[in-house]
C-alpha cells in the first residue's frame, strides 16, 4: 500500500488507483484528454510491457500479474496497468509514468491541467469514474474516501 500511495502523490499523471482485494492487484489509471488510434493501442501496450518486463529481468523477479489496457471512451483514452500488489515497485511505477508521459506528452491528463479540460471532458472522466464505482456485480459497497492535497484515496473496504 505505501508504494501505491507514494506514487500516487508523486506522480500527478496518474488519475486513480484501485485495490483489488480478491485477486491481491493494483489498477492504475492515467487519462489521456483525446481518443487514441484504436488500432495502435495493442502495440503501445505491448511495447510498455515490454519495457516493464526488461526492469523486472534486471532486477530477477517475475511478477505473478502485470498487464496493460488502453481504451477509448467517449472523448478520452484511460490507460490501465494492472499488477499484483505483492511485486509492485515505486521504481516500477516510476518508469511506467516516464514511458506514458514520452510517449503521449502533452496529451496526458496531470493534476495541474484539469482546469484547462474542456467541459465535455470533464463530464466523460467523471462519467467512466462514476460508472466504475457503480457496477452491479461489485462485491462490496462499503467504500471509504479520503482527500489529501488535491488527491483522492478512495478504499473499497
Not at 516493464?52 to 490507460?79: A, F, T, V, W
Not at 503521449?104 to 472522466?125: G, Q, Y
Amino acid at each position: 500500500l505505501d508504494v501505491v500511495i507514494s506514487a500516487f502523490i508523486r506522480n500527478p499523471e496518474i488519475s486513480s488507483i484501485q485495490y483489488q482485494a480478491e485477486k491481491n492487484v493494483f489498477a492504475i489509471e492515467m487519462i489521456i484528454t483525446e481518443n487514441t488510434n484504436a488500432q495502435d493501442n495493442p502495440m503501445i501496450c505491448r511495447n510498455l510491457e515490454a519495457a516493464l518486463g526488461m526492469l523486472h529481468k534486471l532486477r530477477g523477479m517475475q511478477p505473478k500479474r502485470m498487464g496493460i489496457e488502453l481504451n477509448n471512451q467517449g472523448n478520452i483514452s484511460i490507460l490501465v496497468l494492472r499488477r499484483d500488489a505483492s511485486t509492485l515497485s515505486e521504481e516500477e511505477v516510476d518508469l511506467y509514468v516516464q514511458l506514458v508521459g514520452q510517449k503521449f506528452a502533452a496529451r496526458l491528463l496531470r493534476e495541474n491541467d484539469r482546469n484547462s479540460l474542456l467541459k465535455n471532458r470533464f463530464d466523460d472522466i467523471k462519467k467512466q469514474l462514476l460508472q466504475s464505482l457503480n457496477q452491479p456485480n461489485r462485491l462490496t459497497r462499503n467504500i471509504f474516501a479520503y482527500r489529501d492535497r488535491g488527491k483522492m484515496f478512495v478504499f473499497d473496504r
